[in-house]
């Protein structure tokens, strides 16, 4: 695994990692709140089924720098494009997967940029702008769409009490309590400007919703392959292929049993599985480089 830190604009560096150096890309966006430290358990798989893993900490997360504004996602999709292209050097189609937060990111990336890749990974949270993330909106399940939204309060609220509020919220969400690495995110989020950095997250969902519906309009359903990854015992699980087949075309559904939300930590072999039997039908049609700075 090698770490790295890119410029992406004045203001704002991104860290992330390369492990590995296989013949095909595939970019892993972390949710919130959570760091590249999410797909710890996913990328020895993946490095294994002939991937080069290139895992960021998005804007505002974990090493990266945390300006007070761009928690748009097409923004945010903006910062990945020019970490992959400009920085890194990717040529090709590569293969793009998030989960939570970062399919958010990931959907707005597949929108902009549609030429850049050759599958889509999504897993388990809904698209603003969807019919799905609308219905959702009012269950009592997701209240904290609403808290994280607010400004201002959340930040009063949870200030030095970061742990604490990172350990309900894993563990509302999980079958497994042990499976996230606690002491890592509550780290990460206790430092200054961290958790309202996620929060922004939160309150830029409205203008999400915008930009995806125009988007939506504008270019039509997505045509790259998807696949849409739920967790059995989770708010968004069961609907994911449903909320897909809103904004796709050629999607294909995957519920992993007995996995709540954290499904790459709670289940990281599943969701190795589905996603190496999701790509391996056009592996071999043409392999894909990255350029990576030398420390």
Same mark, same amino acid.
């Not at 992959?84 to 959907?107: K, Q, S, T």
């Not at 690495?181 to 929060?199: E, I, N, Q, S, T």
């Not at 930009?211 to 708010?235: F, H, M, W, Y």
């Not at 968004?236 to 519920?255: F, I, K, S, Y």
């Given at each position: 695994?090698?770490?790295?830190?890119?410029?992406?604009?004045?203001? =704002?560096?991104?860290?992330?990692?390369?492990?590995?150096?296989?013949?095909?890309?595939?970019?892993?966006?972390?949710?919130?709140?959570?760091?590249?430290?999410?797909?710890?358990?996913?990328?020895?798989?993946?490095?294994?089924?002939?991937?080069?893993?290139?895992?960021?900490?998005?804007?505002?997360?974990?090493?990266?720098?945390?300006?007070?504004?761009?928690?748009?996602?097409?923004?945010?999709?903006?910062?990945i494009r020019r970490l992959v292209r400009d920085h890194l050097g990717v040529e090709g189609p590569f293969v793009l997967a998030g989960h939570d937060i970062g399919?958010?990111?990931?959907?707005?990336?597949?929108?902009?940029?549609?030429?850049?890749?050759?599958?889509?990974?999504?897993?388990?949270?809904?698209?603003?702008?969807?019919?799905?993330?609308?219905?959702?909106?009012?269950?009592?399940?997701?209240?904290?769409?609403?808290?994280?939204?607010?400004?201002?309060?959340?930040?009063?609220?949870?200030?030095?009490?970061?742990?604490?509020?990172?350990?309900?919220? @894993?563990?509302?969400?999980?079958?497994?309590?042990?499976?996230?690495?606690?002491?890592?995110?509550?780290?990460?989020?206790?430092?200054?400007?961290?958790?309202?950095?996620?929060?922004?997250?939160?309150?830029?969902?409205?203008?999400?919703?915008?930009?995806?519906?125009?988007?939506?309009?504008?270019?039509?359903?997505?045509?790259?392959?998807?696949?849409?990854?739920?967790?059995?015992?989770?708010?968004?699980? /069961? =609907?994911?292929?449903?909320?897909?087949?809103?904004?796709?075309?050629?999607?294909?559904?995957?519920?992993?049993?007995?996995?709540?939300?954290?499904?790459?930590?709670?289940?990281?072999?599943?969701?190795?599985?589905?996603?190496?039997? @999701?790509?391996? /039908?056009?592996?071999?049609?043409?392999?894909?480089?990255?350029?990576?700075?030398?420390?």
């Amino acid at each position: 695994m090698k770490h790295g830190m890119a410029d992406i604009e004045p203001g =704002l560096r991104l860290h992330y990692t390369i492990t590995g150096d296989g013949p095909r890309t595939i970019v892993l966006l972390h949710g919130f709140p959570q760091t590249l430290r999410e797909w710890d358990k996913v990328t020895p798989g993946l490095v294994d089924a002939g991937f080069t893993v290139i895992a960021p900490d998005y804007r505002g997360a974990g090493h990266s720098w945390r300006p007070a504004g761009g928690y748009d996602k097409r923004t945010m999709a903006q910062d990945i494009r020019r970490l992959v292209r400009d920085h890194l050097g990717v040529e090709g189609p590569f293969v793009l997967a998030g989960h939570d937060i970062g399919l958010m990111v990931a959907y707005a990336y597949a929108q902009r940029y549609r030429d850049d890749l050759s599958h889509l990974v999504v897993a388990d949270a809904p698209i603003p702008g969807t019919a799905v993330f609308d219905r959702l909106r009012s269950d009592p399940r997701v209240w904290h769409f609403a808290f994280h939204g607010a400004r201002d309060l959340p930040e009063l609220l949870v200030q030095g009490r970061e742990r604490q509020y990172l350990q309900f919220f @894993f563990d509302a969400r999980t079958t497994d309590p042990s499976a996230t690495d606690l002491d890592v995110y509550a780290d990460a989020y206790a430092a200054p400007g961290a958790m309202r950095a996620g929060f922004e997250l939160y309150r830029a969902f409205e203008q999400d919703a915008q930009d995806n519906r125009a988007a939506l309009a504008a270019g039509g359903k997505l045509t790259v392959p998807v696949l849409a990854i739920g967790g059995e015992i989770s708010t968004t699980g /069961p =609907l994911m292929e449903e909320m897909l087949r809103e904004v796709a075309e050629d999607v294909t559904g995957r519920v992993i049993p007995g996995t709540a939300h954290w499904i790459p930590e709670e289940n990281p072999a599943a969701f190795v599985e589905a996603v190496v039997a @999701f790509v391996a /039908p056009s592996a071999q049609e043409g392999a894909t480089s990255t350029s990576v700075p030398v420390a």
